[in-house]
C-alpha cells in the first residue's frame, strides 16, 4: 500500500512536470510577419492608386496637391521594407529630382519619381504630357518594389535594419526637407513613419515585448505619442525646434527601440550594414560601423597596425626627396587641414586644391575633391604615385625608412615582416587615419541630452541648417557630409558655382568631376565634404577661395554660383536666395562652431 502511494505522488509530479513542460511549449510567442509584410505591400499599392487619382485630377486640378500628399503617405508607409529590399529602386522612386548618368552606358536619365512629381505640381513649369509621364514612370517603379516585397519574405533581420534606416530618414532626410524640398510635407510625414513603425511593432513583436517587459511597451507607445503630438503642434517648416524634437522625443524612440530589439532577442545584429544597432541614438561616438566602410583588405587593423601608421604619418621619407609626409598637409593642430588656400607640392610650387581635413574622412564614398578615388587605400596609394607628391611607387618599398631602427620591430609586429613595396605602409597609414574620427563636440552631447549649454543661438541655427537654410540637403546628418543615408553606398557630388576669387565676379575655371566622364552634366562638379570640424579647417571650398564662414554663408544665400550670374545649366544648388538675414547666417556659423572635436593622436 505504501509502495502504491509513493507511485502516486510519483505520477502526479510527472504529470505536473509534463503539464509544466506543455504550458511552456504553448506560451512560445508565433510572431506574424505576413500581416506586416501585408502592409507594407497595401501601401505601396495605395500610393499607386492615388497616383491613379492624381493623373485623373491633372495637373492643375483642385484636389492635385491633396492626392500626391496621400500617395506620399502611403509610400512612407510602405518605404521601409520596399527600399530595404531594393535601394535602388527605392531611390529613384523617393529621390532628388535630378538627372541621372548611367556610367556603364553614358546616358543620362531624366529625372523621375515623388520629388520630380512634386516639382511639376508646385511649380508648374511642366507640360500635362511630361506629368502623365512622370506618374506613368513612378508607378513602374512602384511595381518594381511590390513585386520584390512579394516575393521576398519579412523577416526579424529585414524588419529591424529596415526599421533602422527608416528612423534615420527621419533624422536626415525628412525634417531636412531633402525628402519633399517644394511642399515641405517632410515634418509631417516623419509623424507617418513613427505611426507607421507602431503598427508593424503592434503586427509583429508587440505580444513578446509585453510579456517580458511591459514598462518597455508602455514607454515606446508613449514616445511615440509625444513625438507625434509635437509634430501634429508644430507643422511650419521654417520654424519647426528639430534639436528639441531630436533630442527629447526621436532620441526617446530609437533608445527605445534598441532595448525592444535585445528584448525580443530574435535577430543577433550584423557586421555588414553601416550602422552599430546597439548605438542608443544617431549621434554616439560609435553609432556607424567603421568596417562598413572600410576596403575588406583592411577591416579590423590591430593596434600595432594602427601605431605604426601613426609613426609614418609623420615621416617626410616617405616622399622620394624627403620633402613631404602626411603631416605636411594635414597637420592634427590644424583640425588635420592646414590653413592654406592650397598647399606646396614638393617643390614649393602651388598644389590644384585646398587640403580637407582627415577628421571622419574614413566615413565616405569617395575620395579627393573630385571624387576620383573610391577607397583611402586608393586615395594614400595617388598620393605615392602622383609627381607633385610623395613621389614614390608604390610597389617599391623606400629602405631610408630603415634608417631609423624602430621601424624594423614595428613592421614586424604590425604585419610579420619588413616590407618589400609599400603596400602595408599604405595599409597602416589608412589604419591610422581611419581612427581620426570626432563625434563628441558641444553639439553632440547636447543632442544627446549629456549637456545642457547649448546657446539659443546656436539651437536656431542649428535649425536653420536643418530647414529653411537646405544646408542639410546636401551636408546629411548626423554625419554632415556627402555620404548619403540611410544606405551610405555614395559621396554625393554637386555642382554650385564656386567663384574664382572672393569677389565673386567669375566663375572657377576647375572642371572638377568632369575630367572623368567629359560629361556636361558633371562640369564643375565637387564631393560634398564634412562640414564638422568646419570652424577650424579654412579656407573653404575646393580652391580655398573663402577665408572666413561669413564669406561662404553669403555664397550660399545668394543663390550659389547660379545667384552670382554665372552661367550654370547643371547647378544642383537652387538659384534662389535663401533670404537669410545676417542674425540668421550668424545662428548657422554659431552652430557650425559647435561642431569642432579634433580627436587625440593614437
Keep these: 500500500m505504501k509502495s502504491f502511494h509513493s507511485f502516486l505522488i ?77 535601394p535602388e529602386v527605392g531611390h529613384r522612386a523617393n529621390g532628388p529630382a535630378l538627372p541621372v548618368y548611367k556610367e556603364d552606358t553614358g546616358k543620362i536619365l531624366k529625372p523621375i519619381g515623388l520629388q520630380k512629381i512634386e516639382e511639376s505640381i508646385y511649380e508648374q513649369e511642366t507640360s500635362v504630357t511630361d506629368f502623365n509621364q512622370e506618374i ?44 519633399t524640398p517644394v511642399s515641405h510635407l517632410g515634418i509631417k510625414e516623419s509623424a507617418i513613419s513613427l505611426k507607421s513603425l507602431q503598427n508593424v511593432y503592434n503586427k509583429t513583436i508587440k505580444a513578446s515585448i509585453v510579456k517580458k517587459n511591459k514598462s518597455l ?9 509625444k513625438a507625434n503630438n509635437y509634430i501634429n503642434q508644430h507643422q511650419d517648416f521654417d520654424t519647426f525646434d528639430r534639436f528639441t524634437f531630436t533630442r527629447d522625443y526621436l532620441n526617446p524612440i530609437t533608445r527605445h527601440w534598441v532595448s525592444i530589439r535585445k528584448t525580443a532577442d530574435i535577430w543577433k545584429p550584423t557586421n555588414t550594414e553601416p550602422f552599430n544597432f546597439d548605438a542608443p541614438t544617431f549621434f554616439e561616438s560609435n553609432s556607424f560601423n567603421l568596417n562598413y566602410f572600410t576596403p575588406t583588405t583592411n577591416r579590423n587593423p590591430s593596434d ?18 624627403n620633402s613631404m609626409a602626411c603631416v605636411t598637409c594635414h597637420s592634427p593642430a590644424l583640425g588635420y587641414a592646414d590653413a592654406m588656400v592650397v598647399n606646396l607640392d614638393n617643390n614649393g ?30 586615395q594614400i596609394s595617388s598620393v605615392f604615385l602622383n609627381d607633385k607628391e610623395f613621389n614614390t611607387n608604390v610597389h617599391t618599398f623606400s629602405k631610408a625608412i630603415l634608417q631609423d631602427s624602430t621601424y624594423i620591430t614595428l613592421f614586424k609586429e604590425a604585419y610579420g615582416q619588413v616590407p618589400k613595396n609599400n603596400t602595408n605602409v599604405i595599409k597602416a597609414l589608412s589604419a591610422y587615419i581611419s581612427t581620426l574620427n570626432g563625434f563628441d563636440s558641444k553639439f553632440d ?41 540611410p544606405f551610405f553606398t555614395e559621396t554625393e557630388k554637386e555642382v554650385i558655382g564656386v567663384p574664382k576669387t572672393a569677389q565673386n565676379k567669375n566663375l572657377d575655371d576647375d572642371s572638377g568631376f568632369y575630367y572623368k566622364y567629359k560629361e556636361a552634366l558633371h562640369k564643375g562638379m565637387f564631393k560634398t565634404p564634412t562640414v564638422r570640424n568646419v570652424a577650424i579647417t579654412g579656407p573653404y571650398m575646393h580652391n580655398g577661395v573663402y577665408t572666413t564662414l561669413e564669406e561662404v554663408l553669403n ?14 545649366d547643371h547647378q544642383t544648388l537652387p538659384f534662389d536666395n535663401l533670404n ?3 542674425t540668421e547666417q550668424q545662428a548657422i556659423i554659431a552652430y557650425l562652431k559647435t561642431l569642432t572635436d579634433v580627436p587625440d593622436t593614437y
Excluded at 42 to 47: G, S, T
Excluded at 157 to 163: E, P
Excluded at 469 to 482: E, I, K, Y
Aim: glycine letters at 8%.
Design 136 to 179: 506613368y514612370v513612378t508607378q513602374g517603379l512602384f511595381a518594381i518594389l511590390k513585386e520584390n516585397m512579394q516575393n521576398r519574405a519579412l523577416t526579424p533581420q529585414r524588419f529591424f535594419i529596415a526599421t533602422h534606416q527608416q528612423l534615420l530618414r527621419i533624422v536626415s532626410l525628412g525634417m531636412s526637407g531633402f525628402d
Design 445 to 485: 552631447k547636447n543632442i544627446r541630452g549629456e549637456l545642457d549649454n547649448f546657446t539659443d543661438e546656436e539651437t536656431l541655427g542649428y535649425n536653420l541648417f536643418m530647414g529653411k537654410a537646405l544646408c542639410a540637403t546636401c551636408h546629411f546628418m548626423p554625419l554632415t557630409s556627402g555620404t548619403v543615408p
Design 10 to 86: 510519483i505520477l502526479t509530479l510527472l504529470i505536473t512536470l509534463l503539464g509544466c513542460k506543455a504550458d511552456k511549449t504553448e506560451t512560445i510567442d508565433v510572431i506574424n510577419w505576413d500581416s506586416a509584410q501585408k502592409y507594407y505591400i497595401d501601401n505601396i499599392d495605395l500610393a499607386s492608386k492615388y497616383l491613379d487619382s492624381l493623373k485623373t485630377e491633372g495637373l492643375k486640378g483642385k484636389n492635385t496637391k491633396h492626392y500626391f500628399t496621400l500617395a506620399r503617405e502611403a509610400f512612407k508607409k510602405a518605404e521601409p521594407f520596399a527600399s530595404y529590399l531594393n
Design 349 to 378: 610650387k602651388p598644389l590644384q586644391r585646398n587640403t580637407p581635413t582627415l577628421i571622419n574622412s574614413a566615413f565616405q564614398k569617395s575620395f579627393f575633391w573630385d571624387g576620383r578615388s573610391e577607397t583611402m587605400i586608393e
Design 555 to 568: 555664397f550660399y544665400n545668394l543663390g550659389g554660383g547660379g545667384g552670382l550670374g554665372f552661367d550654370l
Design 304 to 321: 600595432k597596425q594602427i601605431a605604426l601608421g601613426e609613426k609614418l604619418f609623420f615621416d617626410t621619407q616617405l616622399s622620394a626627396n
Design 580 to 582: 537669410l538675414t545676417e
Design 217 to 225: 511597451d508602455d514607454a515606446f507607445n508613449n514616445s511615440i505619442l
